[in-house]
């Protein structure tokens, strides 16, 4: 063998192998990421406050990194249905999975799901959170949330409180709400938060333990009144509604927050790159305009990181997970 032709050889034979490639994989060798279009697999339907949350920052991700970015709204089965999907999908960073309390936390412990939520998913980043607060009818008689809590003690049973589906953040903030203050009611179940509003407005239920951003409108033109914000500090956008601690309930909070993840696996350099495009998106002025007009609070900075996510949903799922199954709720 001539040592003249050898590298020569070698060489053809790298060309050779890289033609017998996939398709993809060819691209993919090719070029850095990323390459082609994102998905977010948004696991709510379009127009809720996930939703809007999704559009508002992949416009400046598109920027960012390139490409365009995809929503794709995947609802049902308290999101677990497009969860599942993007567990499901490629590790290569084109897939990405967008969701909440309910669809990351509450859905695994009331649905029968495939696949693991902690261990199945590498976090991007915490990005926004709304309080749940509770509110009731107009005509309900108890003034405030001491009131309410001795009617309720003095008329067990009697009161009804409106909730989306079995096993959202509302349905598990009230069960908890009962545990903490030995009270009961029943629970009214809605198919949309909007539909279940309504019906607050309307007097057909008393109570409901609503997100903050979506009953807002509601409470400022009267037409419905707050109790509590279920949060250790008040609310931007409410700040006359006190506080559960205030109230002398300490320690009944949930956070309606939002956070982004991608398939375990996603090499850490494409998960840096989502992860820093995330960051500018939440740190672009039009952005927090918009997000605020929504009623999120945006995460702070040492709070956006991957390991921030990564304590903050495990922590999540610790607490709520047991008072889930305790209460033996199952998803519709």
């Known amino acids: 063998m001539s040592m003249v032709n050898l590298p ?23 070029q850095a990421y990323p390459a082609r279009p ?15 949350t999704a559009r508002v920052i992949a416009e400046p991700m598109r920027v960012t990194l390139g490409q365009p970015i995809l929503i794709d709204n995947v609802a049902g089965a308290g999101g677990s249905i497009g969860v599942g999907r993007a567990a499901r999908a490629a590790p290569d960073g084109y897939t990405l999975s967008f969701g909440n309390w309910l669809t990351h936390v509450g859905a695994s412990a009331a649905y029968p799901v495939q696949y693991d939520v902690l261990k199945d998913f590498e976090p991007v980043s915490l990005l926004t959170q709304s309080p749940m607060w509770l509110v009731a009818r107009n005509g ?35 069960v908890y709400f009962q545990r903490s203050t030995d009270t009961r009611f029943a ?12 019906d607050v407005v309307a007097g057909h239920v008393d109570l409901m333990f609503a997100d903050v951003s979506s009953s807002l409108p509601f409470v400022r033109s009267g ?17 006359d509604t006190p506080t559960v601690d205030e109230l002398g ?72 997970w047991p008072i889930i199954k305790a209460a033996n709720i199952k998803g519709e």
């Open 223 to 239: 037409q419905i009144k707050a109790y509590a914000v279920m949060a250790q500090s008040r609310w931007f956008a409410a700040p």
């Open 249 to 320: 309930l300490l320690g009944i909070y949930l956070s309606f927050w939002q956070g982004l993840w991608v398939p375990k696996g996603t090499p850490k350099n494409v998960l840096g790159k989502v992860h820093a495009a995330v960051v500018n998106a939440l740190d672009d002025l039009t952005v927090r305009q918009r997000l605020k007009d929504a009623g999120q609070e945006i995460m702070p900075r040492q709070q956006q990181t991957p390991e921030a996510l990564a304590a903050f949903h495990k922590a999540e799922t610790e607490k709520w």
């Open 187 to 198: 629970f009214v179940p809605y198919r949309g938060g909007t539909p279940a509003l309504q």
């Open 8 to 30: 020569r050889r070698r060489f053809l034979h790298l060309v050779a192998g890289a033609a017998a490639m996939p398709a993809t994989s060819r691209i993919a060798w090719a």
């Open 38 to 52: 994102i998905t977010i697999i948004v696991p709510i339907p379009p127009g809720a406050v996930a939703d809007i």
């Open 140 to 174: 309900f008689p108890a003034k405030d949330l001491q009131e309410l809590i001795a009617w309720l003690k003095a008329n067990p049973d009697k009161a009804t409180a409106a909730t989306v589906g079995s096993g959202g953040a509302g349905h598990v903030t009230g």
